[in-house]
């Protein structure tokens, strides 16, 4: 659709705030085509954005503001997110399918802003659509605003480091043969590093990853965990790292020889060539603690080469990552993180608590269709849920439906706590427990209400670990444990002087995790679970915050190309 100079002088004053806002807007072109890449075993076309795997970076300052064309030239919907943006006033343009927009259609286009409000550091944008954000991925980039600088030493270089997973079937023929089964998906054939397997994988043996470093120089790396199914561990051989950011915020520093990260989050660590000129090897390997959950016990490798004259030949051992089931591990290092807490990047932990929610996570069962053979246990079709409810897609995206007031689309009745009181977490639970319900139930916040959500995981089905992820906030995590959460005991033990400041949370194999956030930003926010599988089965709700009493804290107006369902 080519719009006239008046219609796209009005976009402006009504969506822009004015044209010399909308004038001084950069913008990114995002085209997506199938097409081949040929450094990944078995080549095929795969669904990419403007030819490049992983896609583009985008480059913002902390504030800024972007337009984002996304063009469909695929042969799938798709839509895209901006994993960690606030997105201030804007959910229109946060890309979740049928939350907050309609897909675009193959040969649709749609022009998103993208507003940067309090992020700062590294964030990633994806596809949200189905399973698409296998291949549609790549990362952001938000530098510190003009005049200011980094609360570390300024590295030599940074350089985006995206973990990422590969099967050899094509991914929509995975994800629909995923749910007619109703089991677990096919387990991948490789893990990535910025879209190498590594040496581990003889197809790609000679075009890993590989980073040329200085002795003496320490270097950025953005770490960010694009894997659909895995929480994952990450080292350098002979190299400790310091965490200094997660999820779009500065943490206080702290040394590890490894890294714990969800899918979805993102982990900024200092590396310092500090070792003797030689090749060193980076490595990631999935953690999985759920008994009898399949999983690639692949190990994914690239390269730090260090500059210089040396014997090329040899490289050092892979770095010591824990064992895949080591709770442990997980949990310690993301215990660790913590804000930066300084007078230039303070923490505002919501004290006086007005809404006090309490949801459980589950993975669930269905009874099989009549005539059907299903995957899971006994037959069945495994699900999955928040306070035991099962989300099911409206037909009309949930933004749409509330801005219009459309009826039918979602009932505004989400529990504020499970239906059923029990041991959560103990080892045998019966099986009357593995059904739910299903529907499209939403939360209704309050405009500048403050929010108290614990996470407790259930050992229902064997239980697991859960990476929650909210749009359209950050939020506070002040606080989590194994085992059930104790209502009068562990809220003693919060931190609430610098917890850190996430989007995504891995809410620990049958533990508990709290989580506060003010609710000042209207609009419809979609919460799930980054394991595909997981949301793919329901484990997803949404929010809506009302809008304010000012203009000021009022939803903008929807872009007058909106995709249509």
Known sequence: MKLSIFEILLFCLLFFNGLHHCLAIKRYRFELKEEKHTKLCNTKNILIVNGQFPGPTIHVHKGETIIVDVINSGNYNVTIHWHGVAMERNPWGDGPEYITQCPIPPGGKFSQKVIFTVEDGTLWWHAHSNWTRATVYGAIIVHPKHGTNYPFPKPHAEVPIILGEWWKMDIQTLYYSFLQKGGDPNVSDAYLINGHPGDSYPCSKRDMFNLRVDQGKTYLLRIINSVTQNIMFFGVANHNLTVVGSDGSYTKPFTSDYVTISPGQTIDVLLEANQNPNQYYMAAKAYERTPNVPFPRNIT???????????????????????????????????????????????????????????????????????????????????????????????????????????????????????????????????????????????????????????????????GDHPMHLHGYSFYVVGSGLGNFNKEKDPLNYNLVDPPYQNTIAVPYNGWTAIRFRADNPGVWFMHCHLDRHASWGMEMAFIVKNGKTPESHMLPPPPDMPRC
């Open 301 to 463: 490798t690239g390269i730090i080469h260090y500059n210089g004259k040396y014997d090329t030949k040899n490289t050092t051992p892979l770095p010591n990552l824990p064992v895949h089931n080591d709770t442990d591990a997980s949990v310690s290092f993301t215990n660790s993180l913590k804000s930066l807490a300084s007078k230039d990047h303070p923490v505002n932990v919501p004290l006086d608590i007005t809404t006090e929610l309490f949801y459980t996570l589950s993975i669930n069962t269905f009874p099989c269709e009549i005539g059907n053979t299903c995957e899971g246990p006994g037959n069945t079709r495994l699900a999955a849920t928040v306070n035991n409810v099962t989300f099911e897609n409206p037909t009309v995206d949930l933004l749409e439906a509330y801005y219009h007031m459309i009826n039918g689309q979602f009932q505004t009745n989400f529990p504020n706590n499970p239906p059923l009181k029990f041991n959560y977490t103990a080892p045998n639970l019966p099986s009357e427990f593995r059904s739910s319900e299903r529907g499209t139930k939403v939360k209704v916040l309050e405009y500048n209400s403050t929010v108290e959500l614990v996470f407790q995981g259930t050992n229902i089905l064997g239980g």
